[in-house]
């Protein structure tokens, strides 16, 4: 009787040891989701300047909370943050600098979030409406302008590595289905917008091969619109990893009913045309519609997650804490109150 109860400590004690060392060890892989794990996230580039001037984050019991605890209460994984060469002080339109996108890169890896960089090649925000490039390159010759690009991407991916964080993904450009850096790197100069997309994928693969660059476009949708772009960056020889897309439904004047079929096949048609890897890197919702705005997440995960061998990799939305209050802006998904809208509960698995 007293070896059955030695043996029956015995056993238990080694039982809560393994325990003890499976929970470690599952603490260790999951602080940072896995790579090849779906990604859901945020593009938050106005945060710190929110905080900077008082700006103040509550979940939905009115506790205090870090805006990106928020995030990843609600099952956000990855943290998008844009990057300006030489940019103003301006709250809503400047900092994004060098030194600010990788305090923010440190800080939302330390919060166990994975990082995607996005480059502007501009001093503010481009989109299809501006391409404008940095002031300090406004009179360099196109050979000039090459080095710009790659220095500025290297400079940047680098100095995120030497703080200790390694991008997935680097987006080279932001919204460019005319091209960026105009009028060198428009889309009527193909041969040459190629070079400098192939100079910001060169600075990137320089400091690590493994990060995957993103060639985005605007109007996910837009099938024609993206063969046009892709063909052409096909034809041209663009080196490239993920076709990237927006989803603004709101900005095409149509509820996402109407177009989530066509953004669906314009995922698949990229996927298997390209053979490329495809993610929403940019989404949004009314921030009053808060139902509304939670199908339309609900129907843009599903759709990407639908992309046949698993090459849709995520969704992505865009500054969902920048509430009007703060930024004039209506497509977030926070409310007057300072919390979250439960359109972001999309999110959750």
Not at 190 to 207: D, F, I, R, S, T
Not at 286 to 291: M, R, S, T
Request: charge should be neutral.
């Amino acid at each position: 009787m007293k070896n059955i109860k030695v043996k029956f400590k015995i056993m238990a004690m080694s039982v809560m040891a393994l325990t003890l060392f499976s929970c470690a060890n599952t603490q260790k892989t999951t602080s940072i989701s896995k790579p090849g794990s779906f990604a859901k996230g945020a593009d938050v580039g106005w945060l710190p300047q929110m905080e900077a001037t008082g700006y103040k984050f509550y979940d939905t019991d009115g506790t205090e909370k870090d805006c990106l605890q928020l995030l990843k209460d609600r099952g956000m994984n990855t943290i998008r943050l844009r990057v300006f060469v030489n940019p103003s002080d301006d709250r809503a339109s400047g900092h994004c600098s060098k030194e600010e996108t990788v305090a923010m890169a440190l800080r939302a890896q330390k919060m166990g979030m994975r990082v995607m960089i996005d480059f502007h090649y501009s001093d503010s925000w481009a989109d299809p409406a501006k391409q404008f490039k940095p002031a300090a390159w406004a009179n360099h010759s196109f050979p000039e302008l090459l080095n710009d690009v790659y220095a500025h991407t290297f400079d940047v991916i680098n100095a995120l590595k030497v703080a200790g964080v390694t991008p997935e993904w680097v987006q080279v450009g932001n919204e460019i289905p005319g091209g960026m850096m105009w009028p060198e790197g428009s889309t009527k100069n193909w041969p040459q917008l190629a070079q400098l997309l192939n100079k910001g994928y060169e600075g990137v693969k320089a400091v690590n091969k493994n990060i995957k660059v993103i060639v985005h476009v605007d109007e996910g949708n837009n099938n024609e619109k993206f063969r046009t772009f892709f063909d052409n960056a096909t034809a041209n020889n663009v080196k490239y990893d993920v076709i990237g897309l927006s989803y603004y439904p709101f900005w095409i004047k149509k509820d996402y009913t109407e177009t989530i079929a066509d953004l669906e096949y314009n995922l698949k048609d990229m996927a298997s045309r390209y053979n490329k890897e495809v993610m929403i890197v940019e989404v949004g919702g009314i921030d009053k519609q808060v139902e509304n705005t939670y199908q339309l997440l609900v129907a843009t995960i599903k759709a990407v997650k639908d992309v046949p061998n698993n090459k849709g990799l995520g969704v992505l939305y865009w500054e969902p804490q920048g509430a009007k209050s703060w930024s004039g802006y209506s497509l977030s998904a926070w409310g007057a109150d300072g919390k979250p809208t439960a359109a972001l509960d999309a999110f959750k698995e």
